[in-house]
């Protein structure tokens, strides 16, 4: 029934993000605003932030992270934006996106012509366990939480189905983590900024120290293959195929299309965006796929009259190391099963053809989930503007993607991003 | 700089709610079936379930009310409309509102031409002290509830101000009360559908039956003015100045202007929309007004190009009994320290010339938190299509309008619907 064509076009001409990481002792609202201030400066022409008329904050869940819900006016206020209109979006890990989605479709009503949308979590306050546990809230918890599972077990089930299916080398996880630590080496506000031989050392010279014996790695393969430094989560996952615990924030700036050019020497214009919602995993048709990505890309594709060949540069959502694979099928970049192959021979790295996580991704980069999707698009900001230092891109890319999960697939939203 | 213009105009034609109140082990999924029927049954011409587009849900806190978050792509899959897009919207108790107005704005930018909109909520499953500190999440915890503060406690300090600044009366709140549930007792969903007669009358009898000593209350006030039948919550506010704890749910179906009357033979049109943020209360120069609600009324009324004086029908957020006052005042109905003296006259009864809330409103109906503000809208879909029975407002009203707050006043949602 519907036209799938917005009233008119949007346009991001600022982003900003706060370094991923732990911040003991700071308080959410803090983190923030580091990220408000660099989405500030990242403005070409700069702007008076009063011009901002409406806050959109993807936030997961504040309610069981620090006992504080009603996040949006109070990031709202701390930035000095009130009395604007602030509204919290959650869709799980996939809220970011759905926020940013919600901002381009308050731009595209007409009602407003400059709308602002941040993502913001602080996860480290809570023991370990209990963040486990809140992540799983995202589950249906009736039929799947409440029986035992956890995303990490969720995910491994998922990784069985696929190496099963498809007869994969399980040894491809390992090189999937491997890579993203090798790009988000390259990222400064990357939570962890160390290749995995880095690591390894530091291992090695910490064990020294301590006059413990020190472990005998000959490579970072084997490191990774050590149940003492890669210790298994749930069967085939082991801890280097996890995305970490997060604290962070990023923040964007939209604009009608029409004044992108006011703000901004190199603006992105939002080409494409697609969302879907899905049962959860319990009650669904396949473990190797997410059905909701592939109807979201095919939405986005469609609306930005691409295909995924045109695409440039890609953040997707790795929440664990399989769900990059995946990803990476559901998006059309490779057919279902020929996704591990890729991993495999290295297309997915920065130094191959079909460059995937630039940024680290949320495994290396960090997930702090209700801003992981809206630091994907920071990522796509550097990128399309030649802007991301070491580990730009080559070629010039000109479009980007970005791919963000929630829960196992109950929601993906896809947006698709053109610097022209 | 904006045109504060919709794209393109957004009716409701169809609007539906479970009965709110206790639903012991019923899940919330269940409930939402429950207003989603209804809904359903409600479009005058029917249509087929499968041309809804998109799904928002207004939910406070799934995640501290039952460890459920994500509740948006569950609650559509239960329903049957996924794989359709869902969207969790939080802004503490103005969920439902928020979502609305996200509704609206994404019929407005042209993508989706049909998108329900749904609000839910069960807070029954936590102790009593359990939902006071989840409900006190929504407060700015480092300044408010850390040091003591709670939700009752907040609004008795705006009533003490009241008082103090206006010399008002504080007999006023129990005559609030007293007319909410005069209303409620008309409204076959309310929580209360009982008058304080009729609870007064249940407790004699109850005590009869027990062989306890019956109370000897000669009239409502006089057992509204007895500490054992109505205590102190937070002083001036007694417990009968105090919206329950509740579970429901309650859903509406937007489209485009143009396709409304393929559906319904009295649509109501979404002529008019605000929102609003503000520091929270420790924070704010007024405690006898709700600058958010001032403002989200006056940007309402001018897209609607109304005045106060054209509204027929009314549904305010009193979660306590001076909320409602000082809402009667936000919103032009009565001048700044007028609003008491209306109540106590009796104007804004049903029998009098400003009813306000006649659904009973949050105090008689039932407050389930993130469904509130979409059961408001249900009530003035009855009110406008001269659908309400008993408690239909006399005159066949032609426009009505909804306040919804969020905290004390960090978030205020007004939306005004016509019928043509």
Known sequence: ????????????????????????????????????????????????????????????????????????????????????????????????????????????????????????????????????????????????????????????????????????????????????????????????????QEIMEARKASAARKGLPIPEWKDEFEFLHDPRANPYIAWPLRLYDCSPISDGAAVVLLVSEDLARRFSDVPLYIIGSGQASDAATHDRSTLTSLPAARRAARQAYEMARITPQDVDAVEVHDCFTIAEI???????????????????????????????????????????VGASGVGQVVEIWHQLRGEAGERQIPGSPAIGLTHNVGGTGQTCVVNIFERR
């Open 1 to 196: 029934m519907s036209q799938r064509k917005l009233g008119r076009g949007v346009a991001v001409v600022g982003a900003g993000m706060s370094k991923f990481g732990c911040y003991n002792g700071m308080a959410t609202r803090d983190i923030f605003v580091e990220a408000y201030r660099e989405m500030l400066s990242s403005v070409d022409r700069g702007f008076d932030p009063h011009d901002i008329e409406a806050v959109y904050i993807g936030n997961y869940s504040g309610d069981l992270f620090e006992g504080q819900a009603h996040m949006a006016p109070l990031m709202t206020d701390w930035v000095g934006l009130a009395p604007r209109p602030a509204t919290r979006v959650e869709d799980a890990c996939a809220s970011g996106s759905a926020a940013l989605r919600q901002g381009m479709l308050a731009v595209a009503s007409g009602l407003y012509d400059m709308v602002m949308v941040g993502g913001v979590e602080k996860m480290s306050e809570l023991p370990t366990e209990r963040v486990t546990d809140t992540l799983a809230t995202a589950s249906d918890v009736i039929y799947e939480a409440a029986v035992g599972f956890t995303f990490p077990a969720l995910y491994a089930a998922m990784a069985t189905a696929y190496l099963h299916e498809y007869g994969a080398d399980p040894e491809v996880f390992l090189q999937v983590g491997y890579k993203n630590h090798e790009h988000g080496a390259l990222n400064p506000k990357a939570q962890f900024g160390q290749r995995i």
């Open 326 to 368: 995946i990803a990476s099928e559901d998006l059309g970049f490779f057919a279902p099963g020929e996704g591990w192959k890729a991993a495999e021979d290295g297309v997915t790295s920065l130094k191959g053809n079909r460059p995937i996580n630039s940024s680290g991704g949320l495994k290396s980069k960090g997930h702090p």
